[in-house]
């Protein structure tokens, strides 16, 4: 099945807005074993709209359409679909009553514009929004099927997973079930992981696995698209494939499916009734920011400091007393993370030290992280290099801390050499 | 003109990677006073990027093609834009040295299927690319001029800036110079925004002076773009209509052009020979993220402390031995912030202290977010509501902890109402 996707709106096509619906919509199409081959985006103007319907109507059998379902003149989707099938705009009482409640919910008049929202080509199956004013809808035009989507990216997002993505799979005669199981790592390389899942697919002779990763500095995803034709026939599948990639994978992987880094680090805190000091320099706070902010954090995050300075480390974690720190070293970092644990009374700290090298930023400027993590028996300490700029640096830094930290709380060993660090 | 931007690859058509090349290009063409109307994504197909050179030959006047001039087999822009045009793909042999060069100065010989990207369309005019091996080119198909530019986000850019947009301008046949005049702002809201510059276009009669505006929670870009003959034409004509934007955004405006907040606040600091102590709670360490990790930020940021625990307070900034900390007030705050500024040595303190609304997250979810600045001598505060879920709060309580710091080095008043907040 061939499937198109058309963006519509000045916003997105001036670049005022960065179109993240795209890559969202052909990426979740994808993760369901569906195919995109072609992308268009237009502007709120009739003449280009048509143009661009009647050209997608030509070409495909399925048809996503974002955006122009708004209450406001320069919203023109139902309209031109109206037009592009040969039928009228009617109004849909069912759709209008909704809305009227909508806003009698949130103890508001519908406004007399937002009317327009319920008019739909005559003919057209709506697709229902359960968060917005906007109305899905689906109608046949030439010889595909348009799938019209509101521009909101949480309304769409609902829309295509509970509504579209189901009637695609039916058109595409595709079996029952897929199911996307992912993988997240630190310290991979894509080209590295593809190498050590060789041969991953071919566990399952039929071809119903697919292996495909997603790289975004410093984590990469891994991810299992796999079909079948019942529940049960997928994880049959998906079984031996993915123990072996855990077993292949092995410590590098942080987290499965929608779990996250820092969600991991937390949850093992909080579960070991435990409580997080952390004293960052280069990396500014964005180790604190990865965590402090979760629900239920307050329970686990004590304190976090920001230093840039490295001058100042000793006082600011209460070592003022005793000799001055030394350069960032081993014992250095031992005696700052002690320091800040004892501090800030908690169970354990995590000290990311960074030397930056000197000099101007540049493709090949680096920094020396130095991570120590105490506890009131135990201390784990990982040294490494970094180049490739500040900014690159800085990002490294922060997944390596607190993937160092997720490695300790897990009895995992913490200085694992990864794909991003020079020896 | 009629411009289309024209994406190809797989990656970006399956939504492997966010297609920001696209709103880069179409922005940036926008700025310039140039218009697209069109654009088209495919991937490493061949039958679909004939297809779409062959569609956008016959539509538009000008096409900005992006990706697929790499030296593997998928990328196949230069073969399908030869066939387009009907001549042979002929050696360029400038190009062929410059690469060999690149790669020695490397000290790594050029690998053979590198020689591919020196392959281009007969007659094609070279576009520079001096920071890659991807050879940019712009040659006629159809009534278009074609400008083929490589996938990587800095090499286009570059390409765009340097070599592209002043062709485009100069085929347009529009006056000599255009500028763009940015203004950022924070508390103002774009409709609001429009209606406290009503009129400004006017001020210039020819119709030479558009303005627009670019909304990114929590920030506005109000943008200013003027057509001129010369440098001079521009200069003039803008001058009044810079002073009309700053009288009327007035305080709101906190940095122009390519200046950040961060940035300002950073100037400031190390102006006045300053130096900050930072205490936060539930923005987790982002404002000091935003902040510290700047260069030269080690000679005034000094400390930053990150709190959940607001029981915690007193303990953190040194003031265990006194009075405990009631609920969060203005009192509170400014103990906060006086303490954290004695406690690190620093000459001011900013104290970002956030009270939560109990419950989950939700579209209503809101918090109460308290300010206090400290200096030897001044003391100010800021109190304000913020409805709108956990990152919505968490976003606007970073911006405003650092615009009111802004303020205060500005010696502006730190409480002025935003659009953002509730009464």
């Not at 890559?23 to 661009?52: C, F, H, I, N, P």
């Not at 679909?81 to 849909?92: D, T």
């Not at 359960?130 to 019209?148: V, Y």
Request: charged share 25%.
């Amino acid at each position: 099945m061939r499937i198109e996707i058309l963006c519509t709106g000045d916003e997105v096509l001036t670049g005022k807005i960065t179109n993240s619906n795209f890559s969202y919509v052909s990426q979740k199409l994808e993760d369901s074993g569906l195919t995109v081959v072609w992308g268009t985006t237009v502007g709120d103007d009739r003449a280009r709209l048509e143009e661009a319907f009647r050209l997608a109507a030509g070409r495909a059998d399925a048809v996503i359409v974002n955006g122009g379902l708004g209450p406001t003149v320069d919203d023109l989707s139902q309209e031109i679909a109206a037009a592009a099938a040969g039928v009228p705009l009617v109004l849909n009482e069912e759709w209008l009553a909704k809305m009227e409640s909508f806003f009698s919910r949130r103890s508001r008049v519908m406004p007399p514009n937002n009317r327009k929202q319920a008019m739909l080509p005559e003919g057209a199956e709506v697709l229902d929004n359960p968060i917005g004013t906007a109305c899905g809808f689906a109608l046949d035009i030439g010889k595909a099927r348009f799938f019209f989507t509101p521009g909101v990216p949480r309304e769409l997002r609902r829309m295509l997973e509970e509504q579209i993505i189901p009637r695609l799979l039916a058109r595409s005669g595709a079996p029952g079930v897929i199911v996307l199981k992912r993988f997240h790592s630190y310290g991979i390389g894509e080209s590295h992981a593809d190498a050590l899942l060789e041969g991953i697919e071919a566990m399952v002779p039929d071809g119903s696995v697919k292996l495909g990763f997603r790289a975004h500095y410093p984590q990469l995803e891994t991810k299992l698209t796999v079909r079948g034709t019942d529940p049960d026939d997928v994880a049959r599948k998906l079984a031996p494939v993915t123990a072996q990639v855990r077993l292949r994978l092995g410590n590098f992987i942080l987290a499965e499916d929608d779990r996250t880094l820092e969600g991991v680090v937390l949850a093992a805190l909080l579960e070991a009734g435990a409580s997080l000091a952390l004293v960052e320099t280069f990396t500014a706070g964005q180790i604190a920011a990865r965590i402090a902010h979760l629900p239920e954090a307050e329970r686990a995050f004590r304190r976090g400091i920001v230093l840039r300075d490295l001058t100042e480390l000793g006082g600011a974690v209460g070592l003022e007393e005793g000799p001055a720190l030394g350069p960032l070293s081993e014992e250095t970092a031992a005696a700052v993370a002690r320091a800040a644990r004892a501090q800030a009374g908690a169970t354990h700290a995590l000290a990311v030290l960074i030397a930056l090298d000197p000099g101007a930023d540049a493709i090949d400027f680096g920094g020396t992280i130095h991570i120590a993590i105490a506890t009131g028996d135990r201390l784990a300490y990982r040294r490494s290099r970094i180049l490739g700029g500040r900014e690159w640096v800085r990002l490294g830094a922060v997944e390596m801390g607190l993937d160092c930290l997720r490695r300790f709380l897990q009895d995992l060993p913490v200085a694992e050499r990864i794909d991003f660090e020079k020896v």
